[in-house]
């Protein structure tokens, strides 16, 4: 056996057909495994309605003068806001920021419900 | 976009009919790579089936990196490797064929048919790193990187676990088979 005789064994080796079921019972496999979810897109258009009515109200129920002074205010005692939550002005700039939470959760919970994310 | 990313595409996207046009393009492949670990139709089969269901549960992670070829190659390879322990199919110690070689028929010439098969069996019989990269390495048409790729190593490695396989088919065949001349010219 010369030296390229072994090359040509390895190279050379029969090929073999697959049976004419073999795709259709791969098939049959396939059928029963988990499809893919396609994954959901966020919707942006939604909540980007959403924010700017949000936005709308939050200017509405509070006006902008108050909440600069109520984030002057409370950056000003950043240090001690916590002995001084019962600072009228400080309740004051926590109420929209709360109220901003609460919105997005809820929109959030919309969001999903909306686009079937909760399956 | 070629036929396999538009498929994999409507597969992700829930068409799963889309993916017998995969199978039918690499069955021939996958059944002929898993064939050279078993020396079987009927298991190469069935390992090839096992393949394609663990190809299509892995589908979404093909990042498209690499080609569709050697991900293929290399997902089905992994499997191929964990039936062959598995399943401990036949395979014939390499000790034994060192005796059919040399011994049993120590004044007949064999022919061509038997010492190709002799060759084939003796490299099933390989140690596993040494039995994959050469079955891989010929099966993807002595393509060095190709063979790293879908082995998940060096191509220096692939060459050192090359030229220790040659070692081992000289050892055990004796002279009645000279190395690959490929696996040679890779290793110099």
Redesign the interface.
């Given at each position: 056996m010369n030296k390229d005789e072994l090359d040509q064994i390895l190279l050379s080796e029969k090929q073999i057909e697959p049976s004419l079921s073999f795709a259709r019972n791969v098939m049959l496999h396939v059928q029963t495994e988990p499809k893919f979810i396609r994954p959901l897109p966020f919707p942006w258009i939604r909540f980007s309605a959403a924010m700017i009515v949000l936005s709308i109200l939050m200017l509405w129920i509070f006006p902008t003068d108050s909440v600069v002074h109520g984030m002057s205010t409370m950056t000003a005692g950043i240090g001690k806001w916590i002995l001084t939550l019962d600072d009228p002005a400080i309740q004051f700039t926590l109420l929209p920021i709360l109220g901003s939470f609460a919105g997005t959760l809820i929109l959030l919970w919309l969001s999903f419900r909306l686009v079937g994310a909760n399956q | 976009m070629d036929q396999d990313t538009a498929d994999i595409r409507r597969?992700?996207?829930?068409d799963?009919?889309a993916?017998?046009n995969i199978?039918?393009r690499w069955?021939?492949p996958l059944?002929?790579l898993a064939?050279?670990f078993c020396r079987n139709?009927q298991i190469?089969?069935e390992m090839?089936?096992d393949a394609?269901?663990q190809i299509?549960?892995k589908?979404?992670k093909f990042s498209g990196g690499a080609s569709f070829s050697t991900w293929i190659f290399a997902v089905s390879l992994n499997l191929y490797r964990s039936s062959m322990r598995r399943k401990s199919l036949p395979v014939e110690p390499i000790d034994t064929l060192k005796q059919i070689a040399g011994e049993q028929f120590p004044h007949l010439k064999f022919e061509q048919e038997e010492?190709?098969e002799l060759?084939?069996r003796a490299?099933s019989a390989l140690p596993q790193r040494y039995r994959d990269a050469?079955i891989v390495f010929?099966f993807r048409?002595?393509d060095l990187k190709e063979t790293a790729s879908i082995l998940n190593v060096s191509e220096g490695t692939v060459k050192a676990w090359l030229h220790r396989g040659r070692e081992l088919l000289r050892s055990k065949l004796g002279s009645?088979?000279?190395?690959?001349?490929?696996i040679?010219e890779v290793c110099v």
């Open positions: - | 597969v992700i996207e829930g799963t009919s993916f017998e199978v039918r069955q021939r059944i002929n064939y050279r139709q190469a089969e090839a089936q394609f269901l299509y549960r589908l979404d010492r190709e060759v084939r490299v050469i010929y048409d002595m009645r088979i000279s190395p690959p001349e490929a040679k």
